[in-house]
């Protein structure tokens, strides 16, 4: 079964303090991975998509990467804007275009 | 340029009743996507359109949820005999290839 797992469910950082969120994903065959960040009683918005291992994408304090087996988003020296719910999500090659997504993890950033 | 819209942004009703979610993509995107995001839950694949293609609806929960899509564009989200488990957010989403990009929920909220 197609499965996307996003750790840690929560986490609190002081305003500065670098770290990295995981999403690991055990599909039959990975078309893209997509990054979203979704702030209370919003709909996501579009971060980043990575299509192959290896490959990394940056904007502003994020930066994305891909394995073959989970994919990191890192927050170098964040700010209290940064604080959302980051949701990732993966396509399969299959030709069903719908998206699975994890259940996300809550970011929040002290100043 | 506008994004994708939906209506209402909120809705209350009580069990047994009928509901209808609409959704307006952004223009000129083809295939447009239902989700449903539950408390604490990620989010769920309802239903997907592309161009004049038969819709996937693999993700519809019940007989009771159906949608329809006029003209390639505007989208509507019925669910018929609301139960109080249908209470969740709605979001849709569009794309032309590959990136979905999605508007802010309607919430439904069933009594």
């Known amino acids: 079964e197609d499965q996307v797992t996003q750790s840690p469910e929560a986490l609190r950082l002081q305003e500065g303090e670098s770290s990295s969120l995981n999403c690991s994903y055990t599909v039959s065959g990975l078309r893209g991975l997509f990054w979203y960040r979704q702030d209370p009683g919003k709909g996501p918005e579009f971060l980043f998509t990575?299509?192959?291992a290896g490959e990394e994408k940056e904007k502003e304090r994020l930066k994305a990467t891909l394995t073959k087996k989970e994919s990191f988003l890192h927050i170098t020296a964040p700010k209290p804007e940064d604080s959302a719910t980051y949701l990732c999500?993966?396509?399969?090659?299959?030709?069903?275009?719908?998206?699975?997504f994890g259940s996300g993890t809550r970011l929040q950033v002290q100043p | 340029g506008a994004g994708v819209s939906q209506s209402p942004s909120n809705k209350v009703t009580e069990k047994g009743k009928d509901v209808e979610l609409r959704c307006d993509p952004i223009s000129g995107h083809t295939a447009l996507y239902w989700y449903r995001q539950s408390l604490g839950q990620g989010l769920e694949f309802l239903i997907y359109?592309?161009?004049?293609?038969?819709?996937?609806k693999s993700g519809l929960p019940s007989d009771r949820f159906s949608a329809e899509r006029t003209g390639g564009s505007v989208s509507t989200l019925t669910i018929q005999r609301t139960q109080q488990e249908d209470s969740a957010v709605y979001l849709c989403?569009?794309?032309?290839?590959?990136?979905?990009?999605f508007g802010p929920g309607t919430r439904l909220l069933v009594l």
């Open positions: 990575l299509y192959s």
């Open positions: 999500a993966v396509s399969l090659d299959t030709g069903r275009r719908a998206l699975t």
């Open positions: 359109f592309q161009g004049n293609s038969a819709p996937d």
């Open positions: 989403a569009s794309s032309l290839v590959g990136i979905q990009y």
